[in-house]
């Protein structure tokens, strides 16, 4: 079973910084990585899908990179809104099954 | 609207079993597969399991195979998630949340807590 490791657990940074969070996995098994950001007292919402691709209505600020086991997070510029939890999902070919990782709290400075 | 409305939160006694329900409304039920997420206070999204709609083909994680079913009611657009012998450590809140376009979670319903306890 495949384990999702994202680091750093909490990244402190400031509006206008530009924030790198990763996640790797412990075996190769597809290129079907997703981010979500989760709010306080939200539901997730999808940011990135396939490692790279934009989900609709997702700022440009925001994007994906990296495949076999080291996928990355990127936001080139925080605005207030991007403080968040952000977890990293890998969908398994086989068995078909979905594994989260434990989650990077993005916290202002 | 597209939205995922799930049922209200539950308090159950160990031992007991809770079944949420999810309702699909704006676009074609049985044309995207229902996943269920679980998060403890405080923690982390944890997957359970998918239920193909038109189908009815389902899909566990190994964590809660024997314990969960996942059903659904086509003529009501609504999906279900049973949850059996519950414990403590199953209080959390349960989301329903469509697989769409790359099998991505694009739609989440709004969570439903379920508490247990004695």
């Known amino acids: 079973e495949v384990v999702l490791t994202q680091s750093p657990a909490t990244l402190s940074l400031s509006p206008g910084e530009r924030a790198t969070l990763s996640c790797r996995a412990s075996?190769?098994?597809?290129?079907?990585l997703a981010w979500y950001q989760q709010k306080p007292g939200q539901a997730p919402r999808v940011l990135i899908y396939d490692a790279s691709n934009r989900a609709t209505g997702i700022p440009a600020r925001f994007s994906g990179s990296g495949s076999g086991t080291d996928f990355t997070l990127t936001i080139s510029s925080l605005e207030s809104e991007d403080f968040a939890v952000y977890y990293c999902q890998l969908r398994s070919i086989w068995p078909p099954m979905y594994t989260f990782g434990q989650g990077t709290k993005l916290e202002i400075k | 609207q597209v939205q995922l409305v799930q049922s209200g939160a539950e308090v159950k006694k160990p031992g007991a079993s809770v079944k949420v329900s999810c309702r699909a409304s704006g676009y074609t039920f049985k044309s995207y597969d229902i996943n269920w997420v679980r998060q403890a206070a405080g923690q982390g999204l944890e997957w359970m399991g998918w239920?193909?709609?038109?189908?009815?083909?389902?899909g566990y994680a190994q964590k809660f195979q024997g314990r969960v079913t996942m059903t659904r009611d086509t003529s009501i657009r609504t999906a279900y998630m049973e949850l059996s012998s519950l414990r403590s450590d199953d209080t959390a809140v349960y989301y329903c949340?469509?697989?769409?376009?790359?099998?991505?979670?694009?739609?989440w319903g709004q969570g439903s807590l379920v508490t247990v306890s004695s």
């Open positions: 949340a469509r697989g769409g376009m790359a099998a991505v979670f694009d739609l």
């Open positions: 075996q190769s098994d597809s290129n079907y």
């Open positions: 239920m193909n709609p038109n189908s009815g083909n389902t």
